[in-house]
């Protein structure tokens, strides 16, 4: 028998990889995957940062600073209606114990006279006048953030068809002048802080001008029911604004109208002054009522 010639088939033999080959295929495996979940994760954050940074850049354009308050921007126009509905939403009553008004987070108008008139003013004239803004309070809505007034029906009227707002029942359109007097040309929403914060500004605004136009160096008893009465008249003409104070009359509050002169007086005897609050200086057709109607005007 012959012997076979055929040599059995030699496969290669495989080199074992070394102990760093193996680490750097493990190394590019994992810093691979790292790779992906540090893209994953941290672009995700990134993302949200952005997101985060968009909505506070929207935060912003909504809301504006004043006086450490922040209030909202109103996005709803100029239309009387939607000023209603959306004070309406805010049924709030303040509950009222001395000048300290139990709110939630709301800064009152009463509050504010201790922290924006502290220079210039007496203790008197700072306490009386916390009772004017609580006898206003009272007197216009029962210190109800959310009330409306009655519908004007009189259509001479330039508030015709429109109600009043709020705890300090500002009508409509004198809340959007007021508001771009105040806050540079933009228009707030009428939240309690905002109504809180207009009002003062209105009441602080109409004091120093009566003072000045009343005083005439007496003694601050002796003028105090002349400028609240005609704070009173002013308040409820609602014609007052600073822009036009020149064309003013302040719409004649020397008892000019019988219905001014109620509003006045039932403001002043909130206040505790008797009944007959009015005195020589104010009643209509003296002398020092023309004097003081004709400085008014010069104003």
Request: glycine content about 8%; some cysteine; hydrophobic content about 30%.
């Amino acid at each position: 028998m012959s012997e076979s010639t055929e040599t059995p088939s030699q496969e290669p033999i495989k080199k074992p990889r070394e102990w760093y080959d193996v680490l750097g295929v493990a190394y590019d495996y994992w810093s691979e995957k790292a790779r992906e979940a540090w893209e994953r994760i941290f672009g995700e954050s990134r993302a949200k940062r952005g997101e985060l940074r968009k909505e506070i850049e929207k935060e912003r354009v909504k809301y504006v600073e004043k006086d450490g308050f922040r209030f909202k921007l109103w996005e709803g126009g100029e239309d009387p209606k939607k000023l209603e509905e959306y004070v309406a939403g805010h049924p709030e009553r303040v509950e009222v114990k001395r000048f300290n008004e139990k709110t939630e987070g709301v800064v009152t108008a009463a509050r504010m006279v201790d922290q924006f008139m502290k220079d210039g003013y007496g203790q008197d004239e700072k306490l009386w006048m916390k009772h004017y803004i609580l006898s206003e309070s009272s007197c216009e809505s029962d210190h109800d953030y959310g009330a409306l007034g009655r519908p004007i029906r009189n259509e001479s009227s330039r508030y015709f068809g429109t109600r009043a707002l709020g705890r300090y029942q500002v009508m409509p359109k004198n809340w959007v002048a007021w508001s771009k007097e105040i806050f540079d040309g933009k228009v707030v929403a009428p939240t309690p802080q905002a109504q809180e914060y207009v009002a003062f500004v209105r009441f602080k605004s109409m004091y120093d001008r009566s003072k000045e136009a009343i005083a005439r160096g007496r003694p601050f008893e002796k003028y105090r029911k002349d400028v609240f009465y005609s704070m009173a008249c002013v308040w409820y003409s609602g014609h007052y604004s600073e822009v036009n104070i020149r064309k003013l009359d302040w719409n004649i509050v020397l008892a000019s109208s019988g219905e001014i002169d109620s509003y006045a007086q039932g403001v002043l005897n909130e206040m505790g002054f008797a009944e007959t609050a009015g005195t020589d200086y104010i009643k209509w057709g003296g002398s020092r009522a023309k004097e003081y109607l004709k400085k008014l005007r010069k104003r």
